[in-house]
């Protein structure tokens, strides 16, 4: 199985299966000299840990990274840095009765299809597990944004299902289970998920992610374009089905005087373009949304086929997120942290300091 990999220079290669003794990250080519512990990166694997709220997953998972190589005397080395987080909470007892049948949205199918063997624990490889891995690269690339450019990166979800969450405050975000930004909203948001669960069904939401002190210059054009590897890498996250920068989708509706941000001596006067023009950034903010699909495993009864083709009854039991969107935060926050250090580091190698102001 190929393209378990993201990033040229700063490269994160994610390995592991849901129900396997342990998953993790081999993060290559770091710069040496960063100061780094695991609580620097416990604290990222914490907002995304299953089993914080009865909103999501009751899998109960440390989720405690371990720095196996790549650190020494608390700094990093240049050398490969290796995380590991060991499955403690996996049942796979939970998945025996679709050993042979396919989840109807799951990867599932297409996993069979494609390599003739699947792992039905947890969805093997294509579970949402694997996405703590890659909170904790992001981790990584978070702290060495900060501290070199004042880059930073938040999150936030800004409609859950139909229910659209008005942005408020970033101060709200961290204090709620859904990484909503507007308080006011929260109860709403409770009792949707309580029903939307006594149901057994899942929904989908939208995740806002906005990177701030973003050096210009940044990009390769034509085929490394930021905003296409910033599609790239936020495709690769389970469950998102779409990816808008800046306006996105509502820029159809826009006539060009209206979406061309104007520019004058003080900067531009709007960001519909989301910080980034002919695929390079413009040290305005870096402005992505997702769309992220409704969890394919839930109780609801729904006809699929068996391994043999022959008509079934699938119903998922177990411990799954109503709401795969209500973590997503943090994981997208970490794939932009990834995307943007890497072409940090490859417009470093091309053209040195040309370019790397705000």
């Not at 694997?45 to 998972?61: M, Y």
């Not at 987080?85 to 796979?92: C, G, L, P, V, Y």
Request: hydrophobic fraction near 35%; proline fraction near 6%.
């Amino acid at each position: 199985m190929a393209a378990n990999t993201l990033g040229t220079l700063f490269r994160v290669t994610n390995f592991g299966e849901s129900h396997g003794p342990a998953i993790g990250a081999v993060v290559d080519g770091c710069p040496p000299g960063l100061a780094l512990s695991e609580a620097d990166i416990q604290y990222e694997l914490d907002r995304r840990r299953p089993g914080t709220s009865r909103h999501v997953t009751q899998r109960q998972e440390a989720d405690q990274v371990e720095i196996l190589s790549g650190v020494y005397e608390g700094k990093t080395t240049g050398a490969p840095i290796s995380l590991l987080i060991r499955n403690t909470d996996a049942r796979s007892k939970d998945y025996g009765n679709i050993l042979d049948t396919f989840r109807p949205g799951h990867a599932d199918f297409a996993y069979w299809k494609k390599y003739g063997i699947r792992d039905p624990r947890g969805g093997g490889r294509s579970s949402a597990r694997l996405t703590a891995p890659t909170v904790a690269a992001g981790a990584i690339a978070k702290k060495w944004l900060a501290e070199h450019f004042q880059v930073r990166i938040r999150g936030y979800m800004s409609q859950l299902g139909p229910i659209v969450i008005p942005f408020q405050s970033w101060d709200a975000v961290n204090e709620n289970a859904f990484y909503a930004p507007n308080a006011e909203v929260v109860p709403e948001l409770e009792a949707y998920m309580d029903a939307l669960r006594k149901d057994g069904d899942s929904i989908g939401a939208r995740i806002e992610v906005v990177a701030e002190n973003v050096p210009t210059g940044l990009g390769e054009p034509v085929y490394g374009r930021m905003d296409a590897e910033i599609a790239y890498a936020m495709m690769g996250l389970n469950a998102v089905k779409g990816v808008e920068i800046g306006a996105g989708f509502e820029s159809v509706s826009q006539r060009g005087s209206e979406h061309g941000d104007a520019i004058y001596p003080e900067g531009f006067a709007t960001n519909h373009a989301g910080g980034i023009l002919g695929g390079i950034t413009t040290g305005q903010n870096i402005e992505v949304s997702l769309a992220i699909k409704p969890t394919s495993s839930i109780r609801i009864k729904r006809p699929s086929v068996n391994l043999h083709n022959e008509p079934v009854e699938v119903q998922t039991l177990g411990r799954h997120d109503p709401c795969v969107g209500i973590r997503a935060t943090p994981i997208a926050e970490s794939l932009l942290a990834i995307v943007i250090m890497d072409q940090l580091l490859r417009q470093r190698g091309q053209c040195g300091d040309i370019g790397l102001t705000r």
